[in-house]
């Protein structure tokens, strides 16, 4: 399997919708997937099911931030050239209204900013189905140089 490490982020993340490289494990774990990706975007799709309720029976909202901290992520992860790797420093979600158990939803990252050492993006999270406005968010990732594999 190619490292991913040694692809241009956006050659990475296209490898992980053609099916040529898992995608994360928890993006599994919680049911959404990584569906489109270009140059400082990044768009994923997901579902929330009956396992990600909090003690009321609502989604969670550890599942809005995991949704959309991979798709402001991924939105600077695209702009990496080879040997570029991210983290992220800060994210923020706000909530705006309760997503229904079922509903499959979209969350669609965009990059702000891009400099040497650091990637600034925007995200919002819409029903599919209704187009409905149910999250945004916000991050700062620093990049820096990737490094070696272990091994």
């Given at each position: ?14 490898r ?36 990600v ?6 989604v ?68 599919l ?19 070696p594999p272990?091994?």
């Amino acid at each position: 399997m190619t490292d991913l490490r040694s692809l241009a982020g956006l050659d990475a993340l296209r490898r992980v919708i053609d099916g040529k490289h898992p995608g994360p494990t928890i993006a599994r774990t919680l049911n959404f997937r990584l569906v489109a990706v270009e140059h400082g975007k990044a768009t994923f799709r997901g579902t929330p099911g009956g396992d990600v309720l909090n003690p009321v029976g609502l989604v969670h909202g550890g599942w809005y931030g995991a949704i959309l901290d991979s798709a402001l992520g991924c939105a600077v992860h695209s702009s990496l050239a080879a040997g570029e790797a991210y983290v992220t420093l800060e994210y923020k979600v706000n909530l705006t209204r309760a997503i229904p158990p079922g509903m499959q939803v979209e969350a669609i990252g965009q990059l702000d900013h891009r400099g040497r050492s650091t990637g600034v993006a925007t995200a919002e999270l819409r029903g599919l189905e209704d187009g409905k406005l149910y999250a945004t968010g916000s991050t700062t990732c620093m990049i820096f140089p990737a490094p070696p594999p272990k091994g």
